[in-house]
């Protein structure tokens, strides 16, 4: 396995709201073939990000209203609330799936904070936008 030394240092947002949370007990690989690299060469997963899943290959896929990510992919079915560090694949991950979450904090890929669609918040009733 390759080692690597170094890490850039990143502001990550914390996008839990105090109150209990449920997560996804599935734990489900993010497909890290929709993340770019960055100027370090390192690809990561965002806190925040609206997730969905791929029913072709049962992994974690960034939500898209036109399902642009893979079959399913505009069906949300939670939100990440930890960064992961993808630059040496596809890693295990999880989502919340209910309680309250920090709206100004999350989006949807490619998109801006704080930027989550009346869909979205439709489709997962059991968060709560503060």
Same mark, same amino acid.
């Given at each position: 396995?390759?080692?690597?030394? #170094?890490?850039?240092?990143?502001?990550?947002?914390? +996008?839990? @709201?105090? !109150?209990?949370?449920?997560? %996804? =007990?599935?734990?489900?690989?993010?497909?890290?073939?929709?993340?770019?690299?960055?100027?370090?060469?390192?690809?990561?997963?965002?806190?925040?990000?609206?997730?969905?899943?791929?029913?072709? #290959?049962?992994?974690?896929?960034?939500?898209?209203? +036109?399902? @642009?990510? !893979?079959?399913?992919?505009? %069906? =949300?079915?939670?939100?990440?609330?930890?960064?992961?560090?993808?630059?040496?694949?596809?890693?295990?991950?999880?989502?919340?799936?209910?309680?309250?979450?920090?709206?100004?904090?999350?989006?949807?890929?490619?998109?801006?904070?704080?930027?989550?669609?009346? @869909?979205?918040?439709?489709?997962?009733?059991?968060?709560?936008?503060?």
């Amino acid at each position: 396995m390759p080692v690597r030394p #170094t890490y850039t240092r990143r502001q990550h947002y914390e +996008v839990l @709201a105090i !109150g209990p949370h449920a997560r %996804d =007990p599935n734990n489900r690989l993010f497909d890290s073939a929709y993340l770019v690299a960055d100027a370090n060469n390192e690809k990561w997963l965002y806190a925040g990000v609206v997730a969905a899943v791929d029913s072709t #290959t049962d992994k974690y896929v960034p939500y898209s209203s +036109v399902a @642009a990510y !893979g079959t399913g992919s505009d %069906d =949300p079915v939670g939100v990440f609330e930890t960064p992961y560090d993808m630059t040496l694949g596809d890693v295990a991950t999880q989502v919340v799936i209910q309680g309250p979450m920090l709206e100004d904090y999350c989006l949807i890929f490619g998109g801006a904070l704080g930027t989550i669609s009346a @869909a979205v918040k439709t489709a997962l009733p059991r968060l709560m936008w503060v």
